[in-house]
């Protein structure tokens, strides 16, 4: 009886009894035939692989472009071309400048830091000024050291002016108020400065030179204004003072009554009223 039961299973492949057998897949040999053809013959029945495309490599599109220019290292950075305002600086430092130029800015920069000046108006640089005026123009690796040593050069200075006020055209009193020019030059000297006080009014006067044409070129609209309005007030205060000024009426003193206190002139005291007398 098994037999007979497992004979007919075995020839139509079925599963147990009563249920369906099943049915065979028709082999597409054309899909092999493909795959072999493509070289990738994966098992039976699966799908071709699609092949992805390769990405380009970041490396080799930097490179490429370096290596058709002859320059397989990464690209210099070019120089960068000099502006407008440091050609023309260049072109005016190149200038020789006369020392007369020279002497005339320096006793220009003297007259602006001095507060001080003699009986007839010459400037006079004090003891502030002095350490005001190194603040300002020597470079700041050295700026400690001198005014360190400036304090005392400016007694030595002072002291000798005292002693020949007559060279330098002073009296002891004017000499005690502060430093000529040419006791200013001498004390630069001796201050041991990195540059020779005539290298440094020429570094100076090509900075101040510059910063004057940087501002006017910037600011000519302002200056054009502003020249105009103090122009327009020189005329409106000439004017005013050559109208001729009206004579101011002079108000007549008030009559007082008989019993109110008058002010004597002369004196400022004021006048008791006399008391009324009734006979």
């Not at 053809?37 to 490179?63: F, M, S, V, Y």
């Not at 003891?127 to 050291?145: G, S």
């Not at 002016?161 to 007559?166: A, C, E, G, R």
Request: aromatic fraction near 10%; include cysteine.
């Amino acid at each position: 009886a098994i037999q007979t039961l497992i004979q007919p299973m075995k020839k139509h492949n079925t599963g147990p009894l009563g249920a369906k057998p099943k049915e065979k897949k028709a082999k597409d040999p054309s899909c092999r035939k493909i795959q072999i053809q493509r070289g990738n013959a994966g098992p039976l029945g699966a799908k071709p692989t699609e092949k992805k495309a390769k990405e380009p490599d970041c490396r080799e599109t930097l490179i490429q472009p370096m290596k058709e220019r002859g320059n397989a290292g990464p690209q210099r950075a070019k120089p960068k071309e000099k502006k407008a305002k440091d050609a023309e600086a260049e072109e005016l430092q190149e200038l020789p400048l006369e020392e007369e130029e020279l002497d005339e800015f320096f006793l220009t920069l003297f007259g602006l830091y001095s507060s001080s000046h003699d009986n007839r108006g010459r400037p006079l640089m004090n003891n502030m000024d002095l350490r005001r005026f190194l603040q300002d123009f020597v470079p700041a690796e050295y700026t400690n050291k001198a005014l360190g040593r400036a304090d005392f050069m400016y007694d030595e200075e002072i002291e000798r002016q005292q002693d020949l006020s007559f060279a330098y055209d002073l009296s002891k009193g004017e000499a005690s108020r502060g430093l000529t020019m040419k006791a200013f030059n001498l004390c630069l000297h001796k201050l041991k400065l990195p540059k020779r006080s005539k290298d440094m009014a020429e570094k100076w006067f090509w900075c101040y030179l510059d910063l004057l044409t940087l501002f006017l070129k910037r600011f000519r609209f302002v200056v054009i204004c502003c020249v105009f309005v103090f122009f327009h007030l020189f005329c409106t205060l000439s004017n005013w003072k050559a109208m001729p000024q009206k004579e101011l009426r002079q108000e007549e003193p008030r009559k007082l009554p008989r019993t109110c206190s008058k002010t004597c002139v002369g004196t400022g005291r004021r006048e008791i009223p006399e008391p009324f007398v009734f006979i």
